[in-house]
């Protein structure tokens, strides 16, 4: 053999063992060690729902909570879920969860560790000294994991002072464990913290109409047409949409400050039997619901309080002054524009002056691109897209800033006439889709013009607007300035 040939076989012979001190260092040492964290780390977990390294179709399965039984400082609260459906409390009462609260808690359940084995075998004595002899809090959680039920029951003791955590067992293992500080505030929670606190809840989307009477003589009614609401009641028109949601979800969010029994007797101390206030709701699915609400004055000032009652019961609760929130006058709640259409039908636009004079602008359809909109009078010319794509959007967003006579006999005392100026919006087929006729100065402002728009009534509206509407076709034509040339 020759001596290359040698140093060959022993660079060979090198790189073989080489290679079995790497496997066994990854496949004897690394690899269980691996494995080893990852049971520990399975294990610490107050509730770990899937086994260790379980699959199914490539990935772990998910844990669907069906049901929890809290208790603390002596109160249990059962709480089921149906799959895909919310939580509701079945004991001591059936009503809806707080969702936030719930997740939250489970959440602990299956982030949390224990954080240190404080006693392996604890007697009778121990536990007394841990507060787990009675616990302060126990939950006892179900769920479904590939079509098998798993639980877990975890029992929490006193804060340890010396680092904030709490001293907690589980299910029926002797060790008492320490675990974060976070688990004793998630998990210790009574019926009231774990039931849903906004007993005026409405859910818009699911909305179809909404009446509402009271003692103030605020009557109205909004029905739901597409994505806008109409008001049916006193007047048939258009409502705000942006007042109407603002409404809604303020009387959503009023939270619950304490609960009732649902009694003849605390309707009427609660002022219930009376209400100031009512609204009839009428939900997608054929479902409705009723609200209540009243205001009894006391010696500290004036309290108020609300009923539910809907196809899963009733919720009587004291609230706050939001549950009048629905108290609302009509005005308020109808639409405050001055125009209505849609800016993307528009394809044509006439500027028309008080001295006669037009600008008008085109594009050819609803599809063409905003670049493609172009003068057509006085002259053919190019157009400051721009002003145009700024002009339509003024129209669209008009607001009154306050509303004047309903079908006025004289238009001419506003200035409104044939001689006042006009902005007037076309769709394709050539139709009028809208029109802005501006009058005289509201006497007595600054910049607030009489205008005639969408409705047979007078209204006035922000005159420092209209200088964003091209009446003067210098103002929107794309084209170098005459008195200006080039070196």
Request: a negative charge; aromatic letters at 8%; hydrophobic letters at 40%.
């Amino acid at each position: 053999m020759t001596q290359s040939s040698k140093l060959l076989l022993q660079v060979l012979v090198l790189v073989l063992i080489a290679g079995g001190l790497g496997g066994y260092a990854y496949f004897g040492v690394f690899k269980p060690d691996e494995a080893r964290q990852r049971k520990a780390d399975h294990d610490l977990r107050l509730f770990a729902p899937q086994k260790l390294d379980e699959k199914v179709d490539g990935g772990a399965p998910p844990a669907e909570f069906t049901h929890l039984v809290v208790t603390f400082n002596g109160e249990t609260t059962e709480l089921e879920r149906e799959p895909g459906q919310p939580w509701y409390i079945v004991k001591p009462v059936r009503t809806r969860a707080d969702h936030l609260i719930v997740d939250g808690l489970i959440s602990q359940l299956q982030s949390a560790k224990f954080k240190d084995t404080i006693d392996e075998a604890p007697d009778s004595a121990a536990l007394a000294k841990y507060g787990l002899d009675q616990p302060k809090f126990v939950v006892e959680a179900t769920a479904n994991v590939a079509g098998e039920e798993r639980s877990v029951k975890i029992f929490g003791g006193i804060e340890n002072t010396f680092d904030g955590s709490v001293f907690v067992r589980r299910n029926d293992e002797k060790a008492v464990y320490s675990a974060p500080g976070g688990v004793r505030f998630a998990l210790g929670k009574n019926t009231f913290d774990l039931r849903d606190k906004t007993p005026f809840a409405i859910e818009e989307s699911k909305l179809e109409r909404l009446s509402v009477s009271s003692v103030n003589k605020n009557e109205y009614e909004l029905v739901r047409e597409g994505k806008r609401w109409k008001l049916t009641r006193p007047a048939d028109e258009l409502a705000d949409a942006t007042n109407v949601a603002t409404m809604i979800a303020a009387a959503s969010s009023d939270r619950a400050v304490r609960f009732f029994d649902d009694t003849p007797a605390n309707r009427k101390a609660l002022g219930l039997d009376a209400p100031i206030l009512k609204a009839t709701l009428t939900l997608a699915g054929g479902k409705s619901a009723k609200l209540s609400a009243s205001r009894v004055v006391a010696d500290g000032g004036d309290l108020f309080y609300g009923l539910r009652e809907d196809d899963e019961g009733t919720t009587l609760a004291q609230m706050s002054a939001s549950a009048l929130t629905l108290d609302r006058n009509v005005e308020e709640l109808r639409d405050q524009a001055v125009l209505q259409f849609k800016r993307e039908l528009v394809t044509r636009m006439v500027f028309h002056d008080s001295d006669g004079s037009e600008v008008v602008v085109e594009k050819d359809s609803v599809d063409a691109s905003a670049d493609s909109w172009r003068i057509t009078k006085p002259r053919p010319a190019k157009a400051k897209v721009f002003k145009i794509t700024g002009a339509l959007w003024t129209l669209s967003n008009f607001k009154a800033l306050a509303k004047g006579e309903q079908k006025p006999g004289d238009w001419a005392k506003y200035g409104i006439g044939e001689k006042s100026r006009w902005a007037a919006v076309y769709g394709e087929d050539g139709k009028e889709l809208a029109r802005l006729t501006i009058g005289n100065l509201v006497e007595g402002t600054p910049s607030a013009y009489w205008v005639r728009g969408a409705r047979d009534q007078v209204m006035q509206s922000d005159g420092s607007r209209f200088g964003e509407l091209p009446f003067q076709l210098a103002v929107v034509a794309d084209e170098p300035d005459a008195g200006v040339t080039s070196p």
